[in-house]
């Protein structure tokens, strides 16, 4: 059974960081591109990060850009974003998501491209 689970959620100071992680099973993890989405209360979901198959491509939102680090490990079929310098403004639900592809360059940044969606993981950004 394929399964995303997200961890490293929390509740942190504005200029704190965290580290998520999204561990997968249940399929070939270097067969799949994944991607890092959030959703604020009363918005859409945006995606923010994706990283390909290979982790040879990694995109990110202007929002997040400089702050936010994605990066993989195969091997260990897991997937983090390191987050620093937050910001009130990230407070969101933040999912893992992938999309399966072997294509070696593809970054899904679109929700509609998605093939599977983790649970979620909260991030309160608060003083």
């Known amino acids: 059974q394929l399964q995303l689970v997200e961890s490293g959620g929390g509740l942190v100071q504005p200029g704190g960081s965290l580290r998520l992680s999204c561990a997968a099973s249940g399929f070939t993890f270097d067969s799949v591109a994944i991607g890092w989405f959030r959703q604020a209360p009363g918005k859409e979901r945006e995606g923010i990060s994706c990283?390909?198959?290979?982790?040879?491509?990694?995109n990110y939102a202007d929002s997040v850009k400089g702050r936010f680090t994605i990066s993989r490990d195969n091997a260990k079929n897991t997937v983090f974003l390191q987050m620093n310098s937050l910001k009130p403004e990230d407070t969101a639900i933040y999912y893992c998501?992938?999309?399966?592809?072997?294509?070696?360059?593809?970054?899904?940044?679109?929700?509609?491209?998605?093939?599977?969606w983790g649970q979620g993981t909260q991030v309160t950004v608060s003083s």
């Open positions: 990283i390909s198959n290979s982790g040879g491509r990694t």
């Open positions: 998501a992938a999309r399966r592809t072997f294509a070696s360059g593809y970054c899904p940044t679109a929700a509609l491209t998605i093939d599977y």
